[in-house]
C-alpha cells in the first residue's frame, strides 16, 4: 500500500510540474495574443509561441529583442495581425505552417532574424503567405560562412504574394532574400530583396519575383566575407 501512494504521488507531483512548467513559459512569454472566434489553440514550449487557427488573431510585442520564436498553423484561412515583434533566434523566428491560406497584416516595426550558423530563414513559409499592411517587416536569413550556406529572408512555400508594407528581405551566403515560389508584388509594396554571394563570390540563387503590377521592388547583392 505504501508504494501504491508513493506511486500516487510522483504522478501527482509530475503533473503538477508540467502544468507549472507551461504556466511559467506563459508567464515569460514576451507576446501578447489576441484572437476572435472559437477555433484557436495557443502553446508555450522552449520558448516557441506555436497558435494553430482559422480565426483572426493579434500577436504584438513591444519592440524589444527576444530569443522566442513563433509559430504560426493555419487550421483554415487565417488572418493574422502582428505588430511591433522583434526576435532574434538560433532556429526560425517565424514559421508558417498549415495548408491554408494565411494573410499577414503588418503594423508598427517587425524584425525577424535568424543568427544560426546554418541555412535557415528570417521567415519559413510551408505553402500560401500573403502580406499586407503599411508597417515595416525585416527578415534575415542565417549568416551562414564558406562551409555552411546561409538561409533566406523569407524562405519555403508555393506563392507569396505581397500586397502591402515596407519589405526587407535579407538572404546569408549563397541565398536569396527571397526564395518563395511564385512571388508577387502588387498593391503599394516596397520590397527590397538582398541576396548573398556564395564562398566563390556569386550570386547562385536570386530572387525571382513572377508578378510585379504596382509597388516598388529593388534588388541588391551582399558581398560574402
Not at 509561441?49 to 504560426?72: A, F, K, R
Request: charged share 20%; glycine share 16%.
Amino acid at each position: 500500500m505504501k508504494h501504491v501512494t508513493s506511486y500516487i504521488f510522483l504522478i501527482i507531483a509530475f503533473l503538477l510540474l508540467g502544468v507549472n512548467g507551461v504556466a511559467a513559459q506563459k508567464s515569460e512569454c514576451p507576446f501578447t495574443v489576441t484572437f476572435v472566434g472559437i477555433n484557436t489553440d495557443i502553446s508555450y514550449d522552449n520558448k516557441v509561441l506555436s497558435i494553430s487557427s482559422s480565426d483572426n488573431v493579434t500577436i504584438e510585442g513591444d519592440g524589444t529583442s527576444t530569443g522566442w520564436g513563433i509559430e504560426i498553423e493555419s487550421s483554415g484561412p487565417l488572418m493574422v495581425t502582428i505588430k511591433d515583434l522583434n526576435i532574434e533566434r538560433k532556429g526560425v523566428p517565424l514559421k508558417i505552417k498549415g495548408e491554408s491560406n494565411c494573410s499577414i497584416t503588418i503594423e508598427g516595426t517587425n524584425r525577424f532574424v535568424s543568427t544560426g550558423s546554418s541555412g535557415t530563414a528570417g521567415i519559413e513559409v510551408k505553402d500560401f503567405l500573403y502580406l499586407q499592411g503599411s508597417g515595416f517587416l525585416t527578415a534575415i536569413g542565417a549568416k551562414g560562412d564558406s562551409d555552411t550556406p546561409g538561409g533566406a529572408g523569407i524562405g519555403g512555400g508555393q506563392s507569396l504574394i505581397i500586397d502591402g508594407g515596407i519589405i526587407h528581405a535579407e538572404g546569408g551566403v549563397g541565398a536569396a532574400g527571397i526564395s518563395s515560389g511564385n512571388t508577387s508584388i502588387a498593391g503599394n509594396a516596397f520590397v527590397i530583396a538582398i541576396d548573398g554571394e556564395d564562398a566563390d563570390d556569386v550570386i547562385a540563387t536570386t530572387t525571382q519575383i513572377e508578378n510585379h503590377t504596382k509597388g516598388l521592388f529593388i534588388r541588391g547583392e551582399q558581398e560574402s566575407d
